[in-house]
């Protein structure tokens, strides 16, 4: 019996896409399948982009606001099978397609992709939020638990018996977590592995939980982050995996790793802002060296050091910023945060305008493409005519006549696509700029306030008061 999760998707499904179609998970794709769509990420999107643009008050593939979350968009859905069960790719392949349409129906968007890289088999399905008849799919309590009903039945359909020990506090050890005592490694470090792996390619907390969640892991996301690796039983907090893992320190390992530290000096005369810098790294480094910090390493395989301290770290890259873009006070830094708000904003709405273009040159291309299949028909339906009619209409109000046309629409196109690339990424190289330069206030008063050492050496004790409650007595 498989087992079941949702992850919503409210960006980057384009990434998601290509991650499951993986020709290296799917045997060169042969456990790929799609419907009502391509089993392909580009062509695959942009279909669903069409679909969710012509129901949902959002476009497909908009950027989040600075602050607050996207719409869903799609819904990522993971089956996975136990080695015990004996599934076969073939057999965890067609479970995956004879789910969907159970719980989904004939009009959902999706693609469905069975991995069989790992030692258990596990299929990723990626839905579209709303159906070709503008249904809205939503991925809550309710809905999960309908589908895990949906996909017990397919499963018992095909002859898979249900362990009714499967949940509940009885349930017996997996076959990942077996393997994983027998052999004597740990949990806590695949998770730490993967972790690090995924830190040089994501923008943001939410990308790095997300792209953990499309591997397979699952994540409780609350007070702290917790997170349960396929085949672990319980969950573990991340900051039980060190101090590099805490909720804040992956945040710092995320915005600064490609910001550097290096302490220039700055081209004007040493301003407040400055000052308070130099100083506060200097405490801080004293504080490393006599051990009164958490010690937090900046790279996590090296040794710990002043050097290799995140705190450190941290305060340097911001002076390193604060220098090299000569920002002379909080005043300063507060003007470039609203100009840098207002850019964005700019931006995103100039982002926005082009992908609307996009969308009704793609749609035109869509009819141009349908006009000309039905045209070279013998017989058409009273369905096919009517399409017929309508895409002729298009056709006629854009001032479209030929395959010329035809042609130069698609060329519009492609040029619109790289103009929407390259806006993106201004938009996200701006998004970071203003989280670095929100942060480097934040610090500034925490410094002015003289919290910022009192913090450190707070956090100090109590985690030295939590290792000594969790020291065994003898």
Known sequence: MPYLKFISVHSNVKKSLRYILNPDKTEELLYTASINCMTDAEAAYLQMQLVYDQFARDHFNSNPPLEGKCPVKAIHIIQSF????????????????????????????AVIATHVDKSHLHSHIIINAYSLSGKRYYANRQTLRQARQNSDG????FGLEINPNLTGKGRSINYGEW???KNGSSWKQQIRDEIDRLIPNVTSLDELLQSLEERGYEVKRGKYISIKAPGQGRFVRTKTLGEEYAEESLKIRILYREVGAGTTPGQNKESKLRSAYVAIIGDVRVLAVQRKKVPRKRIVTAEYSVENDLDVYKLSAQLSVINKENIVSIG?????????????????????????????????????????SLSDKDELSEVEKLKLSVCKRAMSDSGICTQRDFDRLKEQVGIIDKKI????????????????????????????KGDYISNLVEEERQRLEQVKKNKPRR
């Open 421 to 448: 690339a390259a806006l993106k990424d201004n938009l996200d190289n701006c998004k970071q700029q203003y989280d670095v330069y929100r942060d480097i206030r934040e610090t500034y008063y925490n410094i002015s």
């Open 179 to 181: 393997l994983h005592r």
């Open 154 to 157: 397919v499963c018992k359909a």
């Open 332 to 372: 300063d830094l507060e003007g470039r945060i609203t100009k840098l708000r207002a850019d964005y904003e700019r931006q995103r709405q100039e982002v926005n305008s082009f992908i609307e273009e996009h969308n009704r040159l793609v749609s035109l291309w869509e009819q141009m493409k349908d006009y000309y």
């Open 82 to 109: 136990s080695p015990e069960d004996n599934v076969t790719p073939e057999l965890a392949h067609k479970i995956a397609k004879a789910f969907v349409k159970k719980n989904f129906g004939d009009d959902v968007q």
